[in-house]
């Protein structure tokens, strides 16, 4: 049943995060998924590119990130014989277990979240949070089977599901026929620091109704002059993303954790862009 947000708790989360400190609310890049009874998603379309930051008090007008994420480049295929030998000789620095499913981009030249094009045929996966380009292996904890890939996308935006893979690496994992397993994550490289830094957003939904989407960035828009809420549509259904001030996490943990599943059609999930 579809639950839309009131304006009342609108207003109380409002108050709640200007309490904590001013956040603007812009567009964040990432991508949607649509999950068909066999588990296989799709990734949606990403919005049109954000806007500039308006300028709003002295702490503000400090230089900010770009708005736009730089590439992370991956090696063809997704990984070198170098990432190989670097998987064989080291232990992991993180693992992770949780269901895998795998997706496909819906039209030709769509690009992942790392400012590449999609390949099917690439050795690559889709994780909310880790690195752009991080080096990990995925192993079906049901066939032992596995794999080294990188992470070049955002997403499965489906609660209870860790990792999104591409067709090449769902068959290199023996995920490809069943849909969906349970797996070990393992990390092993990451281009940048994991619980420090980085460029986060926040992702509401899917709305089945694209007047609740909307009804949601309209309140927001209400709460927020200053800020830029976007509404954008994915596979059937439609999303509001969120960009704290600066990409910071903390204020983007806190607005995640203050739009609960009550409040909203949909979860709200924390996402790194870079």
């Known amino acids: 049943m579809s639950r839309r947000l009131k304006t009342g708790r609108v207003s109380r989360f409002a108050q709640q995060l200007t309490a904590s400190s001013a956040v603007a609310v812009i567009l964040a890049t990432g991508c949607g998924h649509h ?10 379309t990403a919005p049109p590119p954000p806007a500039a930051y308006p300028p709003q008090t002295a702490e503000s007008q400090q230089p900010r990130p770009p708005a736009r994420i730089p590439v992370t480049p991956v090696p063809p295929g997704g990984v070198s014989d170098a990432d190989l030998d670097f998987v064989n000789t080291h232990r992991p620095i ?52 596995s794999a080294a890939m990188r992470i070049t996308d955002r997403g499965p935006f489906v609660d209870g599901r860790i990792l999104d893979l591409t067709i090449a690496s769902a068959k290199a994992t023996g995920i490809y026929r069943v849909g969906t397993a349970e797996v070990r994550l393992d990390v092993y490289q990451t281009p940048k620091p994991i619980e420090t830094g980085g460029r986060w957003c926040v992702q509401i939904g899917a709305f089945k109704s694209e007047h609740d ?25 439609y999303w509001v993303r969120i960009r704290p001030q600066g990409d910071n996490r903390e204020q983007a943990e806190f607005i995640a954790h203050h739009i609960p ?4 059609e949909a979860e709200a999930f924390l996402t790194r862009l870079d």
Do not use: C
């Not at 993180?94 to 045929?121: C, I, M, Q």
């Not at 292996?137 to 049901?142: A, E, M």
């Not at 927001?220 to 549509?233: A, M, Q, T």
């Open 261 to 264: 599943p009550s409040d909203a």
């Open 94 to 145: 993180l693992s992770e277990t949780g269901r895998a499913t795998w997706y496909t981009a819906p039209y030709k030249g769509r690009k992942a979240a790392n400012g590449e094009v999609f390949s099917d045929s690439a050795l690559t996966a889709a994780h909310r949070t880790l690195p752009m380009g991080s080096l990990v292996t995925v192993t079906n904890l049901r066939t032992g089977q």
């Open 213 to 237: 989407a909307e009804e949601l960035k309209s309140q927001l828009l209400r709460e927020y002059p200053n800020s830029n809420v976007i509404e954008f549509p994915g596979q059937d259904s």
């Open 35 to 44: 999950h068909h009874p066999v588990q296989v998603s799709r990734q949606q």
